[in-house]
């Protein structure tokens, strides 16, 4: 079935403006990042004794994450839940995934002090650790999307006996799939159970490890959303607007719960909620704009079958739930701390730049690997 | 066989002997500063700075001025924060009593940072290969036999060096003894679970106005790693819920359909 | 100190007046904490609210300046309230004896001033002697002529309410001070006073010190454990450069210098300078061996022992001798030429800076021995000089440090503590004894080669034998002295000769070093039993004199011999044995050497102060000894902003006032400089900076100079804290960060119906302009608090005035 290397999309392999910005943006990031290895984190970045966190953990590691979340999401949409509508977002969400997975391995690899012992974790263990849970279940689950884009590559190239292969050991990816994102997912707001007196009240919880992981879900469904939305308009394919309202649906639903949980655990917490001050205003732009709205918006059948529509509500989930990692890493902090933070110009170059690298790889895969077509899930 | 260190405040004469043995031992640089309005200098804890005298001049009640001086360092938490999140088990509670440190181990994710309640690991942000420092309790010391080097160094006494039962023992005594003189608690016999730094103050930490510079008066007795560890505890049940819930679900599907498929063939 | 560190932890109450020790010698608060710790209370009394005051329980606030008023205020109430140590009093001070009937004392003048001269005839300042020539006393002190009832009335005009009109200090402060120190005047109870530069560094310096002693004889705490009045020294073997004699007008031992015009030879010397009575009718034994050791074999009987290769003092620079002040005005009017800065930092530490520069301008060379390039060293590099208009030539000479070498270190207890040698010296650098000890080999080649030499026997016949690289023990032999025909070290003061048959460098350590070897060195001893529990150590290193831990200490008994206070028996007349028990080293004639008896208690009870011709203590200090006055007298500081409450003699009378274009003062109540300033030292630091300033752990504790303002100054001038102000008197100017506390606070003093309030600002004076920091952030500026101070000295000693004068405080 495999036809040879050939073109899917019109304009392949052109240099756009869009692209030459983004490599412009890919070198400034390299620089930043090679100052940092040679001078130091203190050199290069904005972060200090107080704020030994930032941007890069708050982007590129805990939102990254939860934007990739659609892997996972849609994995067990349609084999879990069994949900085959669906199908065809499935490999461009994997896609997207692997891309959020690259970007916080890369992400952390600039982040951590001792970039080169990124692989102590695997054999100095410290079981009581979130963070080790978390390295093992961010390792091994990018390892599966590495494998199973692997298999999306084997395709192009037609190795069907090895294709064969793994067609039978796939439910144990899937499966070891969602059961890793589960777990890192809402580690990663575990993370900070540890801090609960330094936190801001609105933040602190014992429920972060839940909601994390639901606002994974939204953070993944919004980004499938925006990324089919855009790449049908850049690779000029018509919109998947009824399965996306479909989606649309499901993540006003996500949404919905989440607020539900947010507000069930403020209010059984007692927390004060009604101040006027900027970790507030952060606060309620988080709540009220980027939960509440979105899920009215989609409420809405005229919105949700419109591309404008999904643009506008997906957009702004996926906004609510990077301010939400913001929020919780740094916002949070901001009354317990002496300093205060804002990232260096290098920071923001790398992450702009792991930004691009997730697109141009989104975009290589887009134009060099089957991504749009009927896939081996599928036949299986 | 747990020791601690008693540091009670009252003794204090301020005079930083205490803050400079512990960059001599510990080998640490001297950082440029500016003055400081209230004397003490350098302003924070940093990987050059584990042990910094906190200068707290304060009115009493009768109106005259009264000048304390608070040595601030590591807790060395019965059940430290700092080494139960670790990834790689860097940081280390010792039976000993200190909280110890692996620089072979660090990978300078700073978690520690974030998670310590008291605000003490720190990172060397000067260095391109950094690691973090803090207090050691003069660990390698211990081993020898020896008191930490800002304890031997005290002229006052204010740093009493021992076990811990016994530390805490003398300090309800002197509480006891003269108690116009003391705060009647002592700092870090239950704190965040038990440390082994302990203080004895003449007044409230929140007279004193530290509650805001790392002396923590609102993290009630919990051991403050517990926190992760409940959280680990449930990661395999979850491992092993979400797991069997998927198979399931998908045998569940793929039965359905086969009998769908079954149905169809024979009507 | 007449006691010990160690011994402070025995004192039942601690005044601490004059010094700061939490800071500037914070080891002593491992005994005041151990006496606190037993119930001890602590006093402490600094116009601004230091470490050492944070510990206190008792702080009181007085002007700088006038602890003089403080003490005769206590003075008063002890006597008013017959709370002194009666028994005490009557048996070991001078109080019974009678005056010269011809001193009078009138309105701030004792009698004999002489207006022109700006001093005292001492003529009358003396006791009133019977017809064998022995002083009268009245031991029931009811003799108006008497000591006491002269002291009574003198201290009767210090009311309370003249002690808060001058100091500053509130009534009720004050009556607490003197409740809770007045009562250890009760037999068997000691209170100890710790003094040192807020004490002395005043025009008024000797008399201040006077009146915490003549309080200390009151309360009967002269020679009690736990008691004493001492003096907490500075620099780390400042005891020993002064008992070595690093001073002009003594030579080693303190003996005094020979005079041209009063000692022409040497039986003029012996027999003006020796006392008919008590130890120092011995000086003769002690000067002659001296002589021995400085000239060996040149020291004859025939020539008077070389007593003529000795220098003779003149009157010294402008008839003030040879101190401090005096040799900068000699190098400022150019009459000294070159200079050796050995192990100081002048162009820092001297008062009136700018004077001090333009001395050192006029220098044809100036040899800096120093660990590192100090202030001084490069003076004329400071900022506002150009270094090419200067000529002087300057040498720097690497020294090793005190971890380099070998050798001892005297302590304020008067322990000498042999110290080793821990590293090898870095670099170039050479121990300073190495330096002076090439230098005195080259100076003797030179002499010897020169046909030219005026007059080199003194130097040629210097006993000079040490080796090339001289050898620190063979220094400490000789200081122990030998008996000249053997070489045998002796075994102390006591085997000294006045014939030449013994030499000995400084007959007060003689005994530190009483044998041939290395194990003869008691200095170095470090036993730590402690039999006595008075923490009296007899076997740890070795106290002068002759291993004494506490002078004095006949008075801690009765005149029986019994203990004032049984659990702190420092000697002890055991009635049954006929013996002295004793855990110290006896300070008086206890023992007969000859026959070995013990001499019964009555003998030693006439006269417990041996050094002291009338064997009593002095609360009346006869002839002149004290230039300004046998009572302490309340004079006000040279610069002040108040009239003196107490007298119409406003400021001392007796100090001498110099007169060169550099040496301006403020008036009183000056209005351009409406502010007192006072000057101090912080733990941080040490001294002029080059120590501390040039290393990062202690630079990065005390960054930058600042000022301790009031926040009611602040307020006033609008200064915020940190804000950087400039305080100027009228001698110069400093930049200083503002340090807005309430540790420090204005003064409302003056006399009754004149009550002003003024503001007091301190300044620690460690900054400069070289070394890793300077003090601010500007290479163009010198951040030295000296630029300021007076070079005005007290009437006796010449120690400049550095903690009070006026300034004005303004936002920079
Ligand atoms: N860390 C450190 N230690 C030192 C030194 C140092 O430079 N740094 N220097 C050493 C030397 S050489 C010396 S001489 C000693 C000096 O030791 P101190 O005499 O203790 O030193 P200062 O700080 O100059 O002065 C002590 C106190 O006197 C107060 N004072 C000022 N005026 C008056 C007054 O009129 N009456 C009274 N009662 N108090 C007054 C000041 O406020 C100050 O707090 O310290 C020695 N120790
Ligand atoms: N305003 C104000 N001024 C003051 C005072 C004050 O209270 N207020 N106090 C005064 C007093 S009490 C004093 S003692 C003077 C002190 O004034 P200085 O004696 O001029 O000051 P120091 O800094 O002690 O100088 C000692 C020098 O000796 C060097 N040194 C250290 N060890 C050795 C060694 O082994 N060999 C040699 N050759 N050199 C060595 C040090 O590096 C340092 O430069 O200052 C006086 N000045
Ligand atoms: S104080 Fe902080 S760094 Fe020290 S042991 Fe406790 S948690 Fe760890
Ligand atoms: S920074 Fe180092 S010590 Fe701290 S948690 Fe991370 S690996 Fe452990
Ligand atoms: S115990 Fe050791 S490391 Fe800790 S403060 Fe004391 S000297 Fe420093
Ligand atoms: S050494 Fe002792 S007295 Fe000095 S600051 Fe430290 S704890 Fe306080
Ligand atoms: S600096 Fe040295 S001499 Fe001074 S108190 Fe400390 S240990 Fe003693
Ligand atoms: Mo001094």
């Given at each position: 079935m495999?036809?040879?290397?050939?073109k899917?999309?019109?304009?392949?392999?052109?240099?756009?403006?869009?692209?030459a910005?983004?490599?412009?943006?890919?070198?400034?990031?390299?620089?930043?990042a090679?100052?940092?290895?040679?001078?130091?984190?203190?050199a290069?970045?904005?972060l200090?004794?107080?704020?030994?966190?930032?941007?890069?953990?708050?982007f590129?590691?805990l939102?990254?994450?939860a934007?990739?979340?659609?892997?996972?999401?849609?994995a067990?949409?349609?084999?879990?839940?069994?949900?085959?509508k669906?199908?065809?977002?499935l490999?461009?969400?994997?896609l997207?995934?692997?891309?959020?997975?690259?970007?916080?391995?890369i992400?952390?690899?600039?982040?951590?002090?001792?970039p080169?012992r990124i692989?102590?974790?695997?054999v100095?263990?410290?079981?009581?650790?979130?963070?080790?849970e978390?390295s093992?279940?961010?390792m091994?689950?990018t390892?599966?999307?590495a494998?199973?884009?692997?298999?999306?590559g084997?395709?192009?190239?037609g190795?069907?006996?090895?294709?064969?292969?793994?067609?039978d050991?796939?439910l144990v990816?899937?499966?070891?799939?969602?059961m890793?994102?589960?777990?890192?997912?809402s580690?990663?707001?575990?993370?900070f159970?540890?801090?609960?007196?330094?936190?801001?009240?609105?933040?602190?919880?014992?429920a972060?490890?839940?909601?994390?992981f639901?606002?994974?879900?939204?953070?993944g469904?919004?980004?499938?959303t925006?990324?089919?939305?855009l790449?049908?308009?850049?690779?000029k394919?018509?919109p998947?607007?009824g399965?996306?309202?479909?989606?649309g649906?499901g993540?006003?639903?996500?949404?919905?719960?989440?607020?539900?949980?947010?507000?069930?655990?403020?209010?059984?917490?007692?927390?004060?909620v009604w101040?006027?001050?900027w970790?507030h205003?952060?606060?309620?732009?988080e709540?009220?704009?980027?939960?509440?709205?979105?899920?009215?918006?989609?409420?809405?059948?005229?919105v949700?079958?419109?591309?404008k529509?999904?643009?506008?509500?997906?957009?702004?989930?996926?906004?609510?739930?990077?301010?939400?990692?913001?929020n919780?890493?740094?916002?949070s902090?901001?009354g317990?701390?002496?300093?205060?933070y804002?990232p260096?110009?290098m920071?923001?170059?790398?992450?702009a730049?792991?930004?691009?690298?997730?697109i141009?790889?989104f975009?290589?895969?887009?134009?060099?690997?089957?991504?749009?077509r009927?896939?081996?899930g599928?036949?299986h | 066989?747990s020791?601690?260190?008693?540091?009670?405040?009252?003794?204090?004469?301020?005079?930083?002997?205490?803050?400079?043995?512990?960059?001599?031992?510990?080998?640490?640089?001297?950082e440029?500063?500016v003055?400081?309005?209230t004397?003490?200098?350098?302003?924070?804890?940093?990987?050059?700075?584990y042990?910094?005298i906190?200068f707290?001049?304060i009115d009493?009640?009768?109106?005259q001025?009264?000048?304390?001086?608070?040595?601030?360092?590591?807790m060395?938490?019965?059940?430290?924060?700092?080494?139960s999140?670790c990834?790689?088990?860097a940081?280390e509670?010792?039976?000993e009593g200190?909280?110890?440190?692996?620089d072979?181990k660090?990978?300078?994710?700073?978690?520690?940072?974030?998670?310590c309640?008291?605000?003490?690991?720190?990172?060397e942000?000067g260095?391109a290969?950094?690691?973090?420092?803090k207090c050691?309790?003069?660990?390698?010391?211990?081993?020898?036999?020896?008191?930490?080097?800002?304890?031997?160094t005290?002229?006052?006494?204010?740093?009493l060096?021992?076990?811990?039962?016994?530390?805490?023992?003398?300090a309800?005594?002197?509480?006891?003894s003269?108690p116009?003189k003391y705060?009647?608690?002592v700092?870090?016999e239950?704190?965040?679970?038990?440390t082994?730094?302990?203080?004895?103050t003449?007044?409230?930490?929140?007279d004193?106005?530290?509650?805001?510079?790392g002396?923590r008066?609102?993290?009630g007795?919990?051991?403050?790693g517990?926190?992760?560890?409940?959280?680990m505890?449930?990661?395999?049940?979850v491992?092993?819920a979400?797991g069997?819930?998927?198979v399931?679900?998908?045998?569940?599907?793929?039965?359905?359909?086969e009998?769908?498929?079954?149905?169809?063939?024979?009507? | 100190?007449t006691?010990?560190?160690?011994?402070?932890?025995?004192?039942d109450?601690?005044?601490i007046?004059?010094?700061?020790?939490?800071e500037?010698h914070?080891?002593?608060?491992?005994?005041?904490?151990?006496?606190q710790e037993?119930?001890?209370k602590?006093?402490?009394a600094?116009?601004?609210f230091?470490?050492?005051?944070?510990?206190?329980?008792?702080y009181?606030?007085?002007?700088?300046?006038?602890?003089v008023a403080?003490?005769g205020?206590?003075?008063?109430?002890?006597l008013?309230?017959n709370?002194?140590h009666?028994?005490?009093v009557?048996?070991?001070t001078?109080?019974?004896?009678l005056?010269?009937k011809?001193?009078?004392?009138n309105?701030g003048l004792?009698?004999?001033?002489?207006?022109?001269?700006r001093?005292y005839?001492?003529?009358?300042w003396?006791?009133?002697?019977?017809?064998?020539?022995?002083p009268?006393?009245?031991?029931?002190?009811?003799?108006?002529?008497?000591?006491f009832?002269?002291?009574k009335?003198?201290?009767?005009?210090?009311?309370?309410?003249?002690?808060?009109?001058?100091t500053?200090?509130?009534m009720?402060?004050?009556?607490?001070m003197?409740a809770?120190?007045?009562?250890?005047g009760?037999?068997?109870?000691?209170?100890?006073i710790?003094?040192?530069?807020?004490?002395?560094?005043?025009?008024?310096g000797?008399?201040?010190?006077?009146?915490y002693?003549v309080?200390?004889q009151?309360?009967?705490?002269?020679?009690?454990?736990?008691?004493?009045?001492n003096?907490?020294?500075?620099?780390?073997?400042v005891?020993g450069?002064t008992?070595m004699?690093?001073?002009f007008?003594?030579?080693?031992?303190?003996?005094?210098?020979p005079?041209?015009?009063?000692h022409?030879?040497?039986?003029?010397?012996?027999?003006?300078?020796?006392?008919k009575?008590?130890?120092?009718?011995?000086?003769?034994k002690?000067?002659?061996?001296?002589?021995?050791a400085f000239?060996?074999?040149?020291?004859?009987?025939g020539?008077?022992?070389?007593?003529?290769?000795?220098?003779?003092?003149?009157?010294?620079?402008q008839?003030?001798?040879?101190s401090?002040?005096?040799?900068?005005e000699?190098?400022?009017?150019g009459?000294?030429?070159?200079m050796?800065v050995?192990?100081m930092?002048?162009?820092?530490?001297?008062?009136?800076?700018?004077?001090?520069?333009a001395?050192?301008?006029?220098?044809?060379?100036?040899?800096a021995f120093?660990?590192?390039?100090?202030?001084?060293?490069?003076?004329?590099?400071?900022?506002?000089?150009?270094?090419?208009k200067?000529?002087?030539?300057?040498?720097l000479?690497?020294?090793?440090?005190?971890?380099e070498?070998?050798g001892?270190?005297?302590?304020?207890?008067?322990w000498?503590?042999?110290?080793?040698?821990?590293?090898?010296p870095h670099?170039?650098?050479?121990s300073?004894?190495?330096?002076a000890n090439r230098?005195?080999l080259?100076?003797?080649?030179l002499?010897?080669?020169?046909?030219?030499?005026a007059?080199?026997?003194?130097i040629?016949?210097l006993?000079?034998n040490y080796?090339?690289?001289a050898?620190?023990?063979?220094?400490?032999?000789?200081?122990n002295g030998y008996?000249?025909?053997?070489?045998?070290?002796v075994?102390?003061f006591t085997a000294?000769?006045d014939?030449?048959?013994?030499a000995?460098?400084n007959?007060?350590?003689?005994?530190s070093?009483?044998?041939?070897?290395?194990?003869?060195n008691?200095?170095?001893?470090?036993?730590?039993?402690?039999?006595s529990g008075?923490?009296?150590?007899a076997?740890?290193?070795w106290?002068?004199?002759?291993?004494r831990?506490?002078i004095?200490?006949?008075c801690?008994?009765?005149?029986?011999?019994?203990?004032?206070?049984?659990?702190k028996?420092?000697?002890?007349?055991?009635?049954?044995?006929?013996?002295?028990?004793?855990?110290?080293?006896?300070?008086?004639?206890?023992?007969?050497?000859?026959?070995?008896?013990?001499?019964?208690?009555?003998?030693?009870?006439?006269?417990?102060f041996?050094?002291?011709?009338?064997?009593?203590?002095r609360?009346?200090v006869?002839?002149?000894?004290?230039?300004?006055?046998?009572?302490?007298?309340?004079?006000e500081?040279?610069?002040?902003?108040?009239?003196?409450?107490?007298?119409?003699?406003q400021?001392?009378?007796?100090v001498?006032?110099w007169k060169?274009?550099?040496?301006k003062?403020?008036?009183?109540?000056?209005?351009?400089f409406?502010?007192?300033?006072?000057?101090?030292?912080?733990?941080?630091?040490?001294?002029?900076?080059?120590?501390?300033?040039?290393?990062t752990?202690?630079?990065?504790?005390?960054?930058?100079?600042f000022v301790?303002?009031?926040p009611t100054?602040?307020k006033?001038?609008?200064i915020k804290?940190?804000?950087?102000?400039?305080?100027?008197?009228?001698r110069g100017?400093?930049?200083?960060?503002?340090?807005v506390?309430r540790r420090?606070?204005p003064?409302?003093?003056?006399?009754?119906g004149f009550?002003?309030?003024?503001?007091?600002?301190a300044?620690?004076?460690?900054?400069?302009?070289?070394?890793?920091?300077t003090?601010?952030?500007d290479?163009?500026?010198?951040?030295a608090?000296?630029q300021?101070?007076?070079?005005?000295?007290?009437a006796?000693t010449?120690?400049?005035?550095?903690?009070?004068f006026?300034?004005n405080?303004?936002?920079?």
């Amino acid at each position: 079935m495999a036809e040879k290397v050939q073109k899917w999309y019109p304009g392949e392999g052109k240099l756009t403006i869009g692209r030459a910005i983004l490599y412009v943006v890919l070198v400034l990031g390299l620089i930043s990042a090679a100052a940092r290895l040679f001078l130091g984190l203190g050199a290069t970045t904005n972060l200090n004794d107080a704020f030994p966190w930032g941007l890069w953990v708050s982007f590129d590691i805990l939102a990254g994450v939860a934007l990739a979340g659609g892997g996972f999401t849609m994995a067990a949409t349609i084999y879990i839940f069994n949900l085959k509508k669906f199908e065809p977002l499935l490999r461009p969400a994997k896609l997207s995934a692997f891309m959020g997975y690259l970007v916080f391995v890369i992400g952390l690899f600039f982040d951590l002090g001792q970039p080169w012992r990124i692989w102590h974790p695997m054999v100095m263990w410290n079981p009581h650790s979130v963070l080790f849970e978390v390295s093992w279940c961010v390792m091994l689950y990018t390892t599966v999307l590495a494998i199973d884009l692997f298999i999306i590559g084997l395709e192009r190239y037609g190795k069907e006996s090895w294709i064969k292969f793994f067609r039978d050991i796939y439910l144990v990816l899937v499966v070891a799939g969602i059961m890793l994102s589960t777990l890192h997912q809402s580690s990663l707001g575990a993370l900070f159970l540890l801090m609960p007196q330094k936190m801001s009240d609105l933040w602190a919880t014992k429920a972060l490890g839940p909601l994390f992981f639901c606002s994974a879900v939204i953070g993944g469904m919004s980004v499938i959303t925006l990324e089919s939305l855009l790449s049908s308009k850049i690779y000029k394919r018509k919109p998947e607007i009824g399965i996306l309202s479909d989606l649309g649906k499901g993540l006003a639903i996500a949404l919905l719960v989440y607020f539900a949980m947010k507000v069930t655990d403020l209010y059984a917490r007692g927390a004060t909620v009604w101040v006027w001050d900027w970790v507030h205003f952060w606060f309620f732009v988080e709540l009220f704009g980027t939960v509440a709205l979105p899920a009215l918006l989609l409420s809405f059948p005229e919105v949700r079958k419109t591309q404008k529509g999904l643009y506008w509500a997906a957009g702004l989930a996926a906004f609510g739930v990077v301010l939400n990692r913001f929020n919780v890493s740094l916002t949070s902090y901001i009354g317990y701390r002496q300093f205060g933070y804002f990232p260096s110009a290098m920071e923001i170059f790398v992450t702009a730049a792991l930004i691009a690298m997730g697109i141009l790889i989104f975009d290589l895969g887009m134009r060099y690997l089957p991504i749009h077509r009927s896939e081996l899930g599928g036949e299986h | 066989m747990s020791k601690a260190v008693l540091i009670d405040t009252t003794k204090c004469i301020g005079c930083r002997a205490c803050q400079v043995a512990c960059k001599s031992w510990n080998d640490l640089k001297g950082e440029r500063t500016v003055f400081s309005e209230t004397w003490s200098n350098p302003r924070f804890l940093s990987s050059n700075e584990y042990n910094r005298i906190i200068f707290r001049e304060i009115d009493r009640p009768d109106g005259q001025v009264s000048w304390h001086f608070i040595s601030r360092r590591c807790m060395h938490c019965n059940d430290p924060a700092c080494a139960s999140v670790c990834p790689v088990g860097a940081l280390e509670k010792m039976k000993e009593g200190p909280v110890v440190y692996d620089d072979g181990k660090c990978i300078g994710c700073r978690y520690c940072m974030m998670a310590c309640p008291f605000q003490i690991p720190k990172f060397e942000w000067g260095s391109a290969v950094p690691l973090i420092r803090k207090c050691t309790f003069c660990a390698e010391r211990q081993a020898l036999g020896l008191a930490p080097s800002c304890v031997t160094t005290c002229p006052t006494g204010t740093l009493l060096f021992g076990e811990r039962p016994q530390l805490l023992k003398e300090a309800y005594r002197r509480i006891g003894s003269e108690p116009k003189k003391y705060y009647p608690q002592v700092y870090g016999e239950k704190t965040a679970g038990g440390t082994s730094t302990l203080y004895l103050t003449a007044v409230s930490l929140e007279d004193l106005g530290l509650t805001r510079v790392g002396f923590r008066t609102d993290l009630g007795d919990v051991p403050q790693g517990i926190y992760g560890r409940a959280w680990m505890s449930k990661v395999p049940f979850v491992a092993v819920a979400v797991g069997g819930l998927c198979v399931g679900l998908h045998y569940l599907h793929k039965r359905r359909a086969e009998i769908k498929a079954e149905e169809r063939k024979e009507g | 100190m007449t006691n010990h560190w160690n011994d402070l932890a025995n004192s039942d109450c601690l005044m601490i007046i004059g010094c700061n020790p939490a800071e500037n010698h914070p080891i002593s608060f491992k005994w005041i904490t151990k006496a606190q710790e037993k119930g001890a209370k602590l006093i402490v009394a600094d116009p601004r609210f230091t470490r050492s005051a944070s510990k206190a329980d008792l702080y009181v606030r007085l002007r700088p300046g006038t602890d003089v008023a403080l003490m005769g205020g206590l003075i008063n109430y002890v006597l008013q309230n017959n709370l002194f140590h009666k028994d005490y009093v009557v048996n070991y001070t001078n109080a019974a004896f009678l005056v010269n009937k011809d001193f009078t004392f009138n309105d701030g003048l004792f009698s004999g001033y002489q207006n022109d001269k700006r001093a005292y005839n001492p003529a009358t300042w003396d006791y009133e002697v019977d017809k064998d020539g022995k002083p009268a006393t009245d031991p029931t002190l009811s003799n108006p002529r008497c000591v006491f009832q002269l002291m009574k009335a003198h201290y009767a005009r210090y009311t309370p309410e003249m002690v808060v009109n001058t100091t500053g200090v509130p009534m009720e402060t004050f009556m607490k001070m003197a409740a809770l120190y007045g009562a250890t005047g009760q037999p068997g109870k000691s209170g100890s006073i710790l003094y040192a530069m807020g004490g002395t560094q005043h025009s008024t310096g000797v008399q201040i010190i006077r009146g915490y002693s003549v309080l200390q004889q009151l309360l009967g705490n002269m020679g009690m454990p736990g008691g004493g009045i001492n003096a907490l020294r500075g620099e780390n073997n400042v005891q020993g450069s002064t008992d070595m004699a690093l001073l002009f007008h003594i030579v080693p031992g303190y003996m005094a210098i020979p005079n041209e015009a009063n000692h022409p030879a040497l039986k003029d010397y012996l027999e003006k300078e020796t006392p008919k009575a008590g130890y120092w009718s011995n000086k003769p034994k002690f000067f002659v061996s001296l002589l021995k050791a400085f000239w060996g074999d040149a020291a004859k009987k025939g020539n008077d022992f070389a007593y003529d290769y000795l220098p003779k003092i003149g009157k010294g620079f402008q008839g003030a001798g040879y101190s401090w002040i005096p040799l900068f005005e000699a190098m400022g009017a150019g009459t000294i030429k070159g200079m050796l800065v050995w192990g100081m930092n002048p162009a820092v530490s001297s008062a009136n800076l700018n004077q001090t520069y333009a001395a050192l301008d006029k220098l044809e060379w100036l040899a800096a021995f120093d660990l590192w390039e100090t202030d001084t060293s490069v003076f004329w590099k400071r900022p506002g000089a150009d270094p090419k208009k200067n000529k002087t030539e300057v040498f720097l000479f690497p020294a090793a440090d005190s971890l380099e070498k070998e050798g001892s270190a005297s302590n304020s207890g008067r322990w000498l503590q042999w110290r080793y040698q821990a590293v090898k010296p870095h670099g170039d650098a050479q121990s300073d004894l190495w330096y002076a000890n090439r230098l005195g080999l080259e100076l003797k080649k030179l002499y010897q080669g020169d046909p030219k030499a005026a007059f080199p026997d003194p130097i040629v016949n210097l006993n000079w034998n040490y080796g090339d690289d001289a050898d620190v023990h063979l220094v400490a032999k000789e200081v122990n002295g030998y008996t000249v025909a053997d070489k045998k070290q002796v075994v102390n003061f006591t085997a000294l000769k006045d014939d030449g048959s013994t030499a000995c460098g400084n007959w007060i350590y003689s005994g530190s070093y009483p044998g041939p070897d290395k194990k003869n060195n008691l200095m170095a001893r470090r036993d730590k039993k402690d039999p006595s529990g008075l923490g009296l150590y007899a076997n740890w290193s070795w106290a002068w004199p002759v291993n004494r831990r506490i002078i004095y200490n006949r008075c801690s008994a009765d005149p029986a011999g019994q203990p004032w206070n049984k659990d702190k028996a420092l000697v002890r007349w055991d009635q049954a044995a006929n013996a002295w028990k004793n855990n110290d080293v006896p300070d008086f004639g206890w023992i007969n050497p000859q026959t070995k008896a013990h001499i019964t208690p009555d003998v030693s009870a006439k006269a417990p102060f041996i050094m002291l011709p009338e064997g009593k203590s002095r609360l009346f200090v006869p002839k002149g000894l004290c230039k300004d006055g046998p009572f302490p007298e309340h004079y006000e500081a040279l610069e002040c902003p108040f009239h003196n409450p107490v007298s119409k003699q406003q400021s001392n009378p007796a100090v001498k006032i110099w007169k060169s274009n550099f040496d301006k003062l403020a008036e009183v109540c000056d209005p351009r400089f409406p502010i007192i300033a006072t000057t101090f030292r912080v733990t941080e630091h040490w001294q002029a900076g080059a120590m501390t300033r040039n290393l990062t752990w202690q630079s990065e504790m005390m960054p930058e100079m600042f000022v301790e303002i009031s926040p009611t100054l602040a307020k006033a001038k609008g200064i915020k804290a940190g804000d950087w102000v400039k305080v100027s008197s009228i001698r110069g100017e400093v930049l200083a960060r503002a340090n807005v506390t309430r540790r420090v606070a204005p003064f409302c003093c003056g006399a009754q119906g004149f009550q002003n309030t003024v503001e007091m600002v301190a300044l620690p004076w460690h900054f400069g302009f070289a070394g890793y920091i300077t003090g601010g952030p500007d290479a163009r500026k010198n951040y030295a608090c000296n630029q300021l101070a007076p070079q005005v000295g007290d009437a006796n000693t010449m120690i400049p005035e550095y903690k009070v004068f006026l300034v004005n405080v303004e936002k920079a």
